[in-house]
């Protein structure tokens, strides 16, 4: 019996809803299965068999992710595969009303940078302020911008555009208008992912389970519970540098090898913030994220 290929798009206790060519599926991990691959996320790729007289089809393997969206863990228990397979993720800002936040923008940037995966910023609320300067900021960060507007909308056809064929992330803080955003791209999906929200939330405070909704223009949106609020535990403070774009074309030509980029002479990336090419901002932002990293205590780095 020949497997065939389906996307994971929820667990539903010990089964899992996947979606394949022919249609959506129920499957369970055949036993070696269990023992023998990492646990099997929303956006996985699994090779499944189906069960004579049974309702329920068999996952035997899991084709290799491309990328994997991971919750880091505190007190050394190290990081927890949330969602496999994302190709984007989407920070949301409005323009006012709440006014944006340049640094949580920045964190939320980072956390996609650690996990390898694209990132855009998405500028909501336009009708309110245009929101220019942040715009700008961004974009000489190294990130795509959306402006958007639910109101007029307008940039909704090319944010609508940016989400088909593709499996993204929608994350941003409280009052960005989120939920219309989502409305506006497909009626019905902010109800949907409120629902899944609230159910799949339950149980206790460490566990975060995700869902794969299907867009009606192809792709899918990832609703991960919690992903703005995914600390920055276990990153290597070393490796922060390399998760702002705009600090890259600098790193490696600091006089010290182990330039922090905070006060060494000879450093370049200081040089670059001076001269204008890097924001004041963006390094502040680093600033403030380095000094997190290294504040935190031995057993979670």
């Given at each position: 019996?020949?497997?065939?290929?389906?996307?994971?798009?929820?667990?539903?206790?010990?089964?899992?809803?996947?979606?394949?060519?022919?249609?959506?599926?129920?499957?369970?991990?055949?036993?070696?299965?269990?023992?023998?691959?990492?646990?099997?996320?929303?956006?996985?790729?699994?090779?499944?068999?189906?069960?004579?007289?049974?309702?329920?089809?068999?996952?035997?393997?899991?084709?290799?992710?491309?990328?994997?969206l991971e919750r880091r863990v505190p007190e050394?228990?190290?990081?927890?595969?949330?969602?496999?397979?994302?190709?984007?993720?989407?920070?949301?800002?409005?323009?006012?009303?709440?006014?944006?936040?340049?640094?949580?923008?920045?964190?939320?940037?980072?956390?996609?940078?650690?996990?390898?995966?694209?990132?855009?910023?998405?500028?909501?609320?336009?009708?309110?302020?245009?929101?220019?300067?942040?715009?700008?900021?961004?974009?000489?960060?190294?990130?795509?911008?959306?402006?958007?507007?639910?109101?007029?909308?307008?940039?909704?056809?090319?944010?609508?555009?940016?989400?088909?064929g593709k499996a993204s992330v929608v994350t941003?803080?409280?009052?960005?208008?989120?939920?219309?955003?989502?409305?506006?791209?497909?009626?019905?999906?902010?109800?949907?992912?409120?629902?899944?929200?609230?159910?799949?939330?339950?149980?206790?405070?460490?566990?975060?389970?995700?869902?794969?909704?299907?867009?009606?223009?192809?792709?899918y949106l990832v609703d991960t519970p919690g992903?703005?609020?995914?600390?920055?535990?276990?990153?290597?403070?070393?490796?922060?540098?390399?998760?702002?774009?705009?600090?890259?074309?600098?790193?490696?030509?600091?006089?010290?090898?182990?330039?922090?980029?905070?006060?060494?002479?000879?450093?370049?990336?200081?040089?670059?913030?001076?001269?204008?090419?890097?924001?004041?901002?963006?390094?502040?932002?680093?600033?403030?994220?380095?000094?997190?990293?290294?504040?935190?205590?031995?057993?979670?780095?």
């Amino acid at each position: 019996m020949t497997p065939i290929l389906g996307t994971v798009l929820e667990r539903d206790g010990s089964a899992y809803r996947i979606a394949t060519e022919d249609g959506e599926i129920r499957a369970v991990l055949r036993g070696k299965v269990k023992l023998s691959t990492p646990k099997v996320v929303v956006g996985d790729v699994v090779r499944v068999e189906s069960d004579p007289g049974g309702e329920l089809h068999g996952i035997v393997g899991v084709e290799p992710r491309r990328t994997v969206l991971e919750r880091r863990v505190p007190e050394g228990r190290g990081v927890r595969p949330i969602a496999a397979n994302l190709d984007q993720v989407f920070v949301v800002t409005a323009t006012r009303s709440p006014d944006p936040i340049p640094q949580l923008i920045d964190r939320l940037l980072v956390l996609a940078e650690v996990d390898g995966i694209a990132a855009a910023v998405v500028l909501n609320k336009v009708d309110l302020d245009p929101g220019t300067a942040v715009g700008e900021r961004c974009r000489r960060a190294g990130y795509p911008v959306y402006a958007t507007s639910v109101k007029t909308g307008e940039g909704m056809d090319s944010f609508k555009a940016a989400l088909a064929g593709k499996a993204s992330v929608v994350t941003g803080p409280s009052g960005a208008g989120k939920s219309s955003l989502l409305n506006a791209v497909q009626p019905g999906l902010r109800l949907r992912t409120g629902e899944v929200s609230r159910r799949i939330r339950r149980g206790t405070n460490t566990t975060v389970s995700s869902v794969m909704l299907p867009l009606l223009g192809g792709g899918y949106l990832v609703d991960t519970p919690g992903f703005s609020e995914v600390g920055m535990w276990g990153i290597d403070p070393r490796t922060l540098p390399d998760c702002f774009p705009d600090f890259r074309p600098f790193l490696g030509e600091c006089r010290f090898g182990d330039c922090r980029h905070r006060s060494e002479p000879g450093c370049r990336v200081r040089e670059a913030v001076t001269g204008g090419a890097i924001a004041p901002d963006r390094h502040e932002s680093y600033l403030a994220l380095l000094a997190e990293l290294e504040a935190q205590p031995e057993e979670w780095e």
